[in-house]
């Protein structure tokens, strides 16, 4: 069932013109989908209730440091099926039906309505409204009384207040004119989450040499990947990990970063490691505890540990990644 959701959510969005990466096996996100002026970190739930807290802050964390939007798609909330055109949330997260992911994205019509636990509710344009309510010589009594309101929920209308879509309806009917906002639902993440994650002993002492050698780490949980490594630049602001300016963060040159044993679980982690960083536009690499007999998978470069214990700065690190992943192609 679950499959068959993420196939269609896919689908939708491949006919809406993104690049979407392979489907990760990791609590964090399905996969990531870009196009031309946004990209998005997807998780498919049949019920959105599924996504514990932790969960979506560790999706916001990844997502932030991917300059990316997080979204959840979903078929019901609790016992009660996602309703088409409204957006939902959960921790932060924007949620919408496949219905509403189509029109937004193929037929270019985003959602109006929005859900929170006192029910179903829009915005209005409050500039339109004031100027078809003078246009049409309207006082604020007057649309009060048409509605059968209060003159001051009218005037909270008119500031930009949000209401019932009933009303909202009632009030372009009045004004003749559309006043309903359509949603930007999808934003990219302001603020870094933190996350509570206990490192392995081999996670702290690669992430330690790849510190040492001149980058910034921001580790991750539930993703495919076990950190976000940027060489450490003094012109990328981030105060601790709780701030960070989002159009230096875009400039950073960012590397998905993975750290793993030689086993059997290497190459499929590095092939979906591989795929993400095509679809998000970032340069991916494994730290290899052990033997290796190549230096890439994909589009993820493969170090040996020993390799990057001889290291001498972050250019040299980033210089290899570059070599081996382009002399593979």
Do not use: W
């Not at 009660?80 to 029109?103: C, M």
């Amino acid at each position: 069932m679950r499959g068959h959701l993420i196939s269609e959510v896919i689908s939708i969005l491949r006919d809406a013109g993104f690049l979407v990466s392979g489907v990760c096996d990791a609590r964090s996100f399905d996969f990531a989908a870009s196009r031309e002026d946004i990209t998005i970190l997807v998780k498919v739930l049949q019920n959105i209730d599924a996504v514990s807290e932790e969960v979506a802050r560790s999706m916001r964390r990844a997502a932030f440091f991917l300059v990316a939007a997080p979204l959840i798609v979903g078929e019901r909330r609790g016992g009660y099926p996602l309703e088409s055109d409204v957006v939902y949330y959960r921790y932060g997260i924007p949620a919408v039906n496949t219905q509403t992911l189509y029109d937004c994205f193929v037929e270019d019509m985003p959602p109006c309505a929005y859900s929170t636990s006192g029910g179903i509710f829009v915005s209005i344009d409050s500039e339109a409204m004031q100027n078809a309510r003078e246009r049409k010589n309207l006082s604020l009594g007057d649309i009060a009384s048409a509605l059968g309101i209060s003159r001051k929920s009218v005037r909270k209308y008119e500031q930009g207040a949000s209401t019932t879509i009933e009303i909202a309806l009632k009030l372009e009917e009045i004004l003749e004119t559309s006043l309903i906002r359509q949603i930007d639902f999808l934003k990219t993440v302001d603020s870094v989450p933190s996350v509570e994650r206990m490192l392995s002993s081999l996670e702290k002492r690669v992430l330690g040499m790849i510190a040492r050698i001149g980058f910034e780490i921001f580790t991750t949980a539930f993703a495919p990947f076990n950190a976000v490594s940027m060489p450490k630049d003094e012109d990328v602001a981030i105060i601790g990990e709780n701030a960070a300016s989002m159009p230096k963060m875009q400039e950073a040159d960012r590397i998905l970063t993975g750290i793993s044993k030689c086993t059997s679980k290497l190459i499929k982690r590095a092939k979906m490691v591989s795929s993400i960083s095509e679809v998000t536009g970032t340069k991916s690499v494994f730290v290899v505890n052990g033997k290796i007999k190549r230096v890439q998978i994909d589009r993820t470069a493969l170090i040996r540990r020993d390799e990057l214990e001889r290291m001498r700065d972050a250019d040299e690190f980033s210089h290899i990644i570059e070599e081996r992943v382009t002399d593979a192609r």
